[in-house]
């Protein structure tokens, strides 16, 4: 990913100034919301360290492995967030992320939870549902490309 394309959390800025200063210092995400599109574009970039790192200790797994559920990540869409801001001490995201994986259409919608700790955002936990749907190989590609998912991120 070059610093001039756009960052995959779907802000529409570039990846420069958006989640690649919170990847490289977990510090910059001053509020949930920029924390939730930090992981968010940490998971489709498989950059485990960032996910562990803003993980609070709590609820934090103690292993990440992106080899047991390999995805094709299509999309964010952040839905409300509640609290979260840099004066506050804990915040809700709610949101919507698409997905492929093993050649399934996923939609993961979750409700997470956050707190700051010593000017720290952290993701704590989240309330998931998972619809999952299978795509048939000629249908349009759910990532909206306008191709045939074939030829588009089943091919990936």
Known sequence: MTKDSLCPCGSGAAFSVCCQPVLDNHRMAVTAEMLMRSRYTAFVLRHAQHIQ???????????????????VWLGLQIHSCSKGQESDNDGTVDFTCR?????Q??????????????GLWYYLQGECQV????????????CGS???????CLAK
């Open 53 to 71: 790192s803003s993980w609070h200790i709590r609820t934090r797994p103690k292993n990440l492995n992106f080899d047991d559920h390999p995805v």
């Open 105 to 118: 259409f996923c939609k993961l919608h979750e409700r997470s939870q956050f707190l700051q700790e010593d």
């Open 146 to 152: 306008g191709q045939k998912f074939k030829r588009c």
């Open 99 to 103: 997905y492929l994986e093993q050649g």
């Open 131 to 142: 619809t999952k749907e299978k795509i048939v190989r000629n249908s349009s590609c759910p």
